[in-house]
T-cell receptor
Framework: ELKVEQNPLFLSMQEGKNYTIYCNYS?????LYWYRQDPGKSLESLFV?????AVKQEGRLMASLDTKARLSTLHITAAVHDLSATYFC???????????FGAGTTVTVRA | KAGVTQTPRYLIKTRGQQVTLSCSPI?????VSWYQQTPGQGLQFLFE???????NKGNFPGRFSGRQFSNSRSEMNVSTLELGDSALYLC???????????FGPGTRLTVT
């Protein structure tokens, strides 16, 4: 069974500093996703990573994928309060037609 | 283009009752997936439909069922509700051949 582990599960960030969230998965997968969820809301897609070495950036967020290590990282640069949310990674194998999610990382940004 | 819509948004049911949730995908999307989100178990896959065919099913009891109609709208049904079925139920749609899954706002089900 495909297992997805995120760490840390909770992250208290200081505004202006840099942080990284890690996502490990147990078996070869074809796609890796990062989502953001605000309290009481649905999932907002941040990135889809398809190949080894893929790197995507949007604003203060940058995601990368190392398929050999089965590891993806979500790097946050110069944290701001608006980034407070829960971040999920999910992986998918082609023809499984399902996402397997990590437990989520709850991020709180403090002044 | 309108996003994924789910109805109802909130629902309160009693143990033993049954419930039907509805999901309308983005126009043109033929794949619809359902997920259950709870504080204890996180986000878990329920099932996926494409062109009215279930292509995958998660590890949920038979009380959970779904279907998809010819217009790609999907419903999921939970019979004999249990307290543990209280959750946020999310559906997502995807274009054929696409990677991105677009999630709806969810239906929050409370079982008392």
């Amino acid at each position: 069974e495909l297992k997805v582990e995120q760490n840390p599960l909770f992250l208290s960030m200081q505004e202006g500093k840099n942080y990284t969230i890690y996502c490990n998965y147990s078996t070869t997968s074809d796609r890796l996703y990062w989502y953001r969820q605000d309290p009481g809301k649905s999932l907002e897609s941040l990135f889809v990573l398809l190949s080894n070495g893929a790197v995507k950036q949007e604003g203060r967020l940058m995601a990368s994928l190392d398929t050999k290590a089965r590891l993806s990282t979500l790097h946050i640069t110069a944290a701001v309060h608006d980034l407070s949310a829960t971040y999920f990674c999910a992986v998918e194998r082609a023809y499984d037609y399902k996402l397997s999610f990590g437990a989520g990382t709850t991020v709180t940004v403090r002044a | 283009k309108a996003g994924v819509t789910q109805t109802p948004r909130y629902l309160i049911k009693t143990r033993g009752q049954q419930v039907t949730l509805s999901c309308s995908p983005i126009s043109g999307h033929r794949s619809v997936s359902w997920y259950q989100q709870t504080p204890g178990q996180g986000l878990q896959f329920l099932f996926e439909y494409f062109s009215e065919t279930q292509r995958n099913k998660g590890n949920f009891p038979g009380r959970f069922s779904g279907r998809q109609f010819s217009n790609s709208r999907s419903e999921m049904n939970v019979s004999t509700l249990e307290l543990g079925d209280s959750a946020l139920y999310l559906c997502a749609s995807r274009n054929q051949g696409g990677y991105e899954q677009y999630f709806g706002p969810g239906t929050r089900l409370t079982v008392t």
